[in-house]
């Protein structure tokens, strides 16, 4: 990523342009202006004029300054909205709407309310009064080794004004780190270094083994552009207010975790908002970082921590099928086989929604508002999730055998063709690759990849034919696809799957098998449970929000009844959930 701020003050001559350009003389005048004078040399023929000319007659830059005209004069009126949730009150009314006698005038009111357009007007208008416009990097790609660390290249322009930030050096490494970046420089502007990056090189040189000093004077010697190639500090922002450095007061500051639910009292201020948590209302309310702050601090933390799925492992639990007495959809080997290459997959990258997944993980706060599922409604949808190896398929399967006539799973999508046994509808849909394509770039499908040159995958419609039926439907999902399934259609309940510690994992598993891409039978090794207890930590701290629930799969009987106790309160408890769900709930 490599950015220039220019700085300085403009040239006399491009000073009085932009004096030039307020409301009342806007661009689309001068524009008139400077075509009148080249008309004058456009008949002599003077080179390069006619060029010029029809560069500033075309449509598309008259229609450019026209906008930017009407963007100033917007500027100029500093308008200040009656709302930042115009979205949240429109739900409010819906909601008030079921208590009013039932008419023509309730149900136009209601449809033009849910109307999609009308939604996303609101949605957007809400972005912008909460100037929320701070763009969002997405990942790395999956396939970077985990030993390699993400570089990164910045440039920077200081035409003669100090960088704003400073250095030290790393007692125990050795490292040239950026120790403060001083609020309104040049660095903290740009936005392209935060404290705790590690510098490599500076204008070509490597400060390995350089003194900080030394570093200070290769940057005094830099006149105008200093090029610095840095890897990007890899912790994630800090939510407390005795490690944060930037809050204004650190007694006044709240301490939160992931997953904590805040009542958010006063966003007046830019940077830092107050608020209490929900567990104890009673005390007084604190400072914590607004969402423009958290996301400026994530950009890099998520640019700099690629989420490396685990393909090679399952448990030999995990492959077995589901007995003869009843089909339970989903078990089949080349299902679980082609998610491991689905990562690899380029139809996998190309057909997904990049805005809502990067928006979402990159979202530092949800707004979130209490549902109570009535009778009426469908069941919510059971996610398991968790890393390969740790159970999570033979848990739904034990689930599912439980009471087969209140679980089920969704039936998956294949474009193979049905084997000799096998019936379309109870095994798999059987569909043609255009109809499988057009699910995935509808984004009516969940999950999919690729196996032998055979799509497989599981939809949307799919888990509403059980969800329709009045059943609960349980599926498991690999973490990037939740985000897929947390709709208010869908309105899924996540339960992690996690392994236990380490030593007990050894003892527990000393004799289970698991079973690689060529299906043979193999014994758990001491690094194939570090690596299950490493990826579940990753997958917790990248993807942990999502999570409504938590299992530690240390004995599979225990575990199985506390799913089932989980699945049973996320159906009649009530369930903090975002609040653009409840939109549904008003439909009738």
């Excluded at 990523?1 to 342009?17: E, F, H, T």
């Excluded at 115009?86 to 149900?107: F, G, K, M």
């Excluded at 059971?382 to 033979?394: D, Q, Y």
């Amino acid at each position: 990523m490599i950015q220039s701020d220019k700085g300085g003050d403009p040239p006399d001559r491009d000073r009085k342009l932009s004096t030039a350009t307020q409301p009342q003389n806007g661009l689309s005048q001068i524009l008139r202006h400077v075509l009148q004078e080249l008309s004058l040399f456009y008949s002599r023929d003077v080179n390069g004029v006619c060029l010029l000319y029809d560069l500033l007659h075309s449509p598309w830059l008259r229609a450019l300054l026209k906008v930017y005209d009407c963007l100033q004069e917007f500027k100029e009126k500093k308008l200040v909205p009656a709302t930042p949730h115009a979205q949240r009150l429109s739900c409010e009314v819906i909601e008030l709407l079921r208590d009013v006698p039932n008419s023509p005038e309730v149900q136009e009111l209601r449809k033009l309310l849910q109307a999609p357009h009308y939604k996303a007007l609101l949605s957007a208008h809400d972005t912008v009064a909460q100037k929320d416009f701070e763009p969002l990097l997405p990942p790395l790609p999956d396939n970077i080794p985990e030993s390699e660390e993400a570089m990164r290249i910045v440039c920077l322009v200081k035409n003669q004004q100090p960088l704003g930030a400073t250095i030290k050096r790393h007692e125990m490494t050795g490292d040239i780190l950026v120790a403060r970046v001083i609020h309104g420089g040049l660095v903290e502007r740009s936005g392209l270094l935060y404290a705790g990056d590690k510098l490599v090189e500076v204008n070509g040189v490597s400060v390995e083994g350089l003194d900080p000093e030394q570093v200070i004077h290769i940057l005094a010697m830099s006149r105008s552009t200093i090029m610095f190639k840095v890897v990007p500090v890899s912790d994630p922002p800090v939510n407390s207010q005795k490690m944060d450095p930037s809050i204004p007061c650190m007694d006044a500051g709240l301490p939160f975790q992931k997953g904590d639910i805040l009542q958010i009292v006063d966003q007046n201020d830019a940077l830092w908002w107050q608020a209490r948590k929900i567990s104890d209302l009673s005390t007084c309310a604190g400072l914590i970082p607004s969402n423009h702050l958290l996301k400026r601090k994530q950009r890099e933390f998520w640019w700099s921590q690629p989420y490396q799925p685990h393909t090679c492992l399952k448990s030999k639990e995990e492959f077995i099928g589901s007995g003869q007495k009843f089909f339970i959809a989903g078990f089949r080997r080349s299902m679980r086989l082609c998610r491991r290459k689905s990562h690899l997959s380029q139809l996998h990258a190309t057909a997904c929604c990049a805005g809502s997944c990067y928006n979402a993980v990159g979202a530092p706060y949800e707004e979130v508002v209490r549902y109570q599922r009535r009778p009426t409604d469908k069941h919510r949808l059971i996610v398991l999730v968790g890393p390969s190896g740790v159970g999570v398929t033979e848990l739904r399967r034990q689930l599912i055998e439980f009471n087969p006539n209140h679980f089920q799973s969704a039936v998956p999508h294949t474009t193979r063709s049905p084997k000799n046994y096998e019936m379309n509808g109870r095994e798999y849909h059987y569909v043609s690759k255009e109809t499988f394509e057009n699910l995935m770039y509808s984004h009516r499908m969940l999950e999919y990849g690729e196996y032998k040159g055979h799509l497989y995958g599981t939809s949307v419609d799919a888990v509403n034919a059980v969800l329709d039926e009045g059943k609960v439907c349980v599926m498991d999902l690999e973490p990037q696809d939740i985000q897929a399934a947390r709709t208010r259609e869908l309105k899924p309940y996540v339960i992690f799957i996690k392994p236990s510690s380490l030593s007990y994992m050894k003892q527990s598993r000393k004799n289970a098998k698991i079973i690689t891409d060529y299906f043979v039978d193999m014994k758990f090794k001491d690094e194939d449970l570090q690596e299950m207890e490493d990826l579940a930590k990753k997958i917790e701290t990248q993807f942990g929000q999502f999570f409504d629930h938590m299992i530690v799969n240390d004995n599979l009987q225990d575990a199985c009844a506390q799913l089932l106790s989980a699945v049973q309160k996320a159906q009649e408890e009530p369930q903090w959930v975002p609040a653009t769900w409840i939109s549904t709930d008003a439909e009738s």
